[in-house]
């Protein structure tokens, strides 16, 4: 047991610059099968990791995914959302919108990284190796929400801009809802469910419907 430092280690650069502006920069760009998502009418999407072109399912609008099945060396972007339902078989791919959603009860794993929010409905599993992402590309609020009985086996991390006047922004663990590996939140970090892992925060948070608690474990 030690005393941390008084200052929040920064993230690595090369997880830092996994924004919109980096997908659209370099999965638009030369190289990649590009297909507009409102054109994708398959029921499935599989393509290899030794394949030589990346796919990218891109929409300029919400995009919504369920009943499909979708593997390998795949990106997925939205300029608004991207939209994941239980029906949905996803692994492996990344996710690039300003907001992310995970309806209740999706099961899979995936990279998602958003530049607003992500919300990931009860009764979901995110399974190992998973990432969870807001980097925030302007000062704005965000949260990254993890509802109760979910799961999430790999990395969660918040990385927001803050000018001194902003409202906070949240990374929320709920009551029943438990993250296996490491957690990272320059800003407010609220727990009620569990991490069975490591936690690097700037600063707690607990609300409750009478009160707001703030640096209260």
Known sequence: IRTSDSIMPKLNENIAKLTMGYALDRYMSKGTVIIPYTEFNKDSL?????SDSTVTLYAEGPIT???KTIKGKVVIIS????SIGPSAHISDVQCYAPYIEFNNGFSGNLQAYATDSIVVGEKCEIKYPSVLSINQEKTSISALTLKENSMLYG????????????PKSILSIAKNA???????SN???EIKGAINGSLYTKRFILRTPSSIYENTI
């Open 187 to 189: 800003n407010f970090t």
């Open 65 to 67: 995914i369920d009943h």
């Open 46 to 50: 599989i393509v290899p990791f030794l």
């Open 155 to 166: 990395i969660a991390f918040m990385n927001t801009k803050e000018d001194g006047s902003a």
């Open 79 to 82: 300029d608004r959302s991207i």
């Open 178 to 184: 438990s993250v296996r590996g490491q957690v990272y």
